[in-house]
């Protein structure tokens, strides 16, 4: 097994970067396991899972805050993480006790109503860590115990009442540039986690293991080796071994098929024509893991040998969509490349190719083919190897990261888009060194090939779209970029951040209308929760900017005239709720 457990043979020098510790007063008494069947059924009080739910909807039922009251909303309690970075993890909410995680291998547990600290763990990163997102996505919670993936590739058991360690395991080595950001996902008794490092050149892919002794369970691979299947899609080279594929987010899960739905980064190196032209499966795709076995047994790629580092990392919603008089559970992803993607999975895995279409402009995918989905581009606007091209949406796409919503209420899907910004790439042969960037793209040409479309008046945008019928219902814009994940809620309320302005907002879910906005300490790109004590709602989000939202607002600083804007770092968790 390739796992280090606690207790097992390892350097000494290793053993002292490991430790973590805990501080807390007193355990929290009368906790309330989170057992498989809430997972599966969440209660509308609480808050278990990144997204809400299994489905990744990013919706709560919640209705006391509404369209009628928002206007009302004020800060009950805050709460400084003392650590800066992006803050990009929601809180989870366990019958008023919150979990959160933070950048510098940070997990704090706070009274959910008051803010009063309960425990914290911290477990000091290695000196020589070095890589290019230093943020954390979430915790996961099953039983009594809190599993969280940490930058330095470690996954880790805490106990929920009072944050002590009870097994770690190293899912890999980080000095090779392996690194996690993922919230895991928790099922079957199992711990999922995804590793990052495609800009290294790692091997990518998904892991599980068992929730009570942390025993390795399967590791499917998103680079299949010689022989597998796949593997017909890349050279007859050692491409394969470095081929990236990395996995940035939590999976979304289908408890009726016991299948998880992955989705997986670019390749590496960026340039496609260093991997011989080919689609290079399973990069830039969805895939369909089992759970139990941990065997891939669907996929779809949304676009083949890609060379504009658009990363597909969602996973696509589950939901029912009717489309041509008929009703069945699809899935629907916001494409990193611009297009909205519609699914739909059968239960023994393949992926069916049903629709898809631009939400943003696109000048490199020409057409779709009806039956497949296989892409085609515009060979003007595709890079490589000593060639230049002009691309939009931009390398971080139509939409990168952050979370889309569906909320079930107005039928909608919301999306954080980013329009107008268009990337020029050019590559360069790269040698592969362990542990050192793998782009074959020089960083001055990726930082100075930013520009923005001929008569653009706006970047971000909230979008609301009728999936069933493939219309834009609304959108709201934004002057400049929009990095904020979604929250619906059944008092048909949206919240999100996402700006350079400080603001958290509320928004008409039907409309798009603004209700309410807050300028909190820093910017934004968490996701929000919501959750309620004792009959009261609350909604609760981490303010604090960094990773690619600040390198974004360094690239706008270069190309807009006159344009100045600095966003302050530092962590606030932010929880408010009505008067």
């Known amino acids: 097994m390739r796992s280090l457990l606690t207790g097992t043979a390892v350097a000494a020098a290793l053993l ?268 830039t795709s969805v895939i369909a893991v089992d759970v139990e076995s941990g065997a891939l047994v669907g996929h779809h790629q949304y676009h083949w040998n890609d060379s504009w580092d658009w990363d597909e990392v969602s996973p696509p919603l589950i939901y029912d969509v009717t489309r041509d008089g008929e009703t069945f559970k699809a899935l629907v992803n916001v494409a990193r490349n611009g297009h909205i993607y519609l699914l739909k999975p059968t239960a023994e895995g393949p992926i069916e190719f049903v629709d898809a279409w631009g939400y943003v402009y696109s000048n490199v995918i020409t057409a779709f083919d009806p039956d497949t989905g296989r892409v085609s581009y515009d060979d003007n606007h595709w890079p490589g190897t000593g060639k230049a091209a002009l691309f939009c949406p931009s390398l971080w796409g139509g939409k990168d990261w952050p979370y889309s919503a569906y909320s079930p209420d107005t039928g909608l899907l919301y999306i954080p888009a980013n329009e107008n910004l268009c990337s020029t790439l050019e590559g360069a042969e790269e040698k592969y060194v362990p542990g050192e960037l793998y782009i074959g793209v020089p960083i001055p040409v990726i930082l100075g090939g930013f520009s923005l479309r001929e008569g653009w008046d706006h970047i971000g945008e909230i979008q609301a779209w009728n999936v069933d019928s493939g219309e834009e219902v609304w959108s709201k814009d934004f002057a400049h970029q929009n990095w904020g994940p979604i929250l619906a809620t059944g008092g048909g309320v949206l919240f999100s951040g996402g700006t350079n302005d400080h603001m958290f907002r509320a928004h008409d879910a039907a409309t798009g209308e603004t209700l309410w906005e807050y300028p909190t300490n820093s910017g934004v790109t968490a996701s929000p929760s919501t959750y309620s004590v004792d009959g009261k709602q609350y909604v609760a989000v981490q303010s604090g900017w960094g990773v690619d939202a600040e390198r974004k607002q360094d690239v706008l600083r270069g190309i807009i005239p006159g344009y100045d804007v600095h966003v302050p770092q530092g962590g606030v968790i932010w929880v408010f709720a009505l008067p």
Not at 88 to 115: F, K, R, S
Not at 174 to 184: N, S
């Open 16 to 283: 002292a970067l490991m430790v973590g510790s805990a501080t807390s007063a007193d355990a929290i008494e009368n906790y309330n396991p989170v057992t498989e069947d809430r997972l599966d059924n969440p209660e509308p009080h609480n808050w278990l899972q990144v997204r809400g739910n299994r489905e990744g909807w990013g919706y709560s039922p919640l209705d006391q805050i509404n369209t009628s009251n928002v206007g009302s909303l004020q800060p009950a309690w805050l709460f400084s993480t003392g650590v800066q970075e992006g803050h990009q993890a929601p809180p989870l909410v366990n019958d008023g006790v919150m979990y959160v995680t933070t950048p510098m291998n940070q997990v704090l547990a706070l009274d959910a109503a008051t803010g009063k600290r309960l425990w914290r763990f911290q477990r000091e990163l290695p000196e020589d860590l070095f890589q290019l997102h230093p943020t954390n996505r979430g915790p996961a919670l099953l039983g009594d115990r809190l599993y969280v993936a940490l930058t330095d590739c470690f996954l880790v058991a805490l106990d929920a009442r009072t944050g002590e360690v009870i097994w770690e395991v190293a899912v890999d080595d980080y000095q090779a540039g392996y690194y996690m950001t993922i919230a895991p996902l928790a099922a079957k008794g199992k711990i999922m986690v995804g590793v990052s490092g495609g800009e290294y050149g790692i091997r990518g892919y998904v892991a599980a293991y068992d929730a009570e002794s942390g025993e390795e369970a399967w590791r499917t691979y998103t680079v299949p080796a010689p022989g597998e299947p796949g593997s017909d899609t890349w050279p007859d080279d050692d491409a394969w071994k470095t081929g990236g594929g990395s996995v940035w987010l939590t999976g979304n899960y289908d408890p009726d098929t016991g299948l998880s739905y992955w989705g997986i980064g670019n390749a590496a190196p960026w340039m496609g024509d260093t991997r011989g032209g080919m689609d290079n499966l399973y990069t």
